[in-house]
């Protein structure tokens, strides 16, 4: 069974900075494409920022600039460092993994989420 757990949210005020942390364990053959996504109360899960098995990388442009998505292959982690933060970025973070199990095929993977509150 493949697990992902995030890790990093908290409280935070405007201007301030956190790292999060997302863990892959399980039966792992490979993992490839990696992401963050959040959603705030009532509106929908949209995309944060992914990252590729070989690094490359792409933002929403409401945090270009500001975020930026990295992984360790060799610890099948990512993160997702989150500086200059805004009011508005406050919602539950998910990760999100495409991820294939030995001898199985590629299946799309969420953990269970982790909350930033960033205070004005």
């Known amino acids: 069974q493949v697990q992902l757990v995030e890790s990093g949210g908290g409280l935070v005020q405007a201007g301030g900075s956190l790292r999060l942390s997302c863990a892959a364990s399980g039966s792992i053959f490979s993992i490839n494409l990696m992401a963050w996504y959040h959603q705030a109360p009532g509106k929908q899960r949209t995309l944060v920022a992914v990252i590729t098995s070989a690094g490359s990388t792409n933002y929403a442009d409401s945090v270009k600039g500001r975020f930026t998505i990295s992984r360790d292959n060799a610890k099948n982690t990512m993160y997702l460092q989150m500086d200059s933060l805004k009011p508005e970025d406050t919602a539950m973070y998910y990760c999100?993994?495409?991820?294939?199990?030995?001898?199985?095929?590629?299946?799309?993977?969420w953990g269970q989420g982790t909350q930033v509150t960033v205070s004005s």
């Open positions: 999100n993994a495409i991820i294939t199990q030995r001898g199985g095929i590629p299946k799309n993977y």
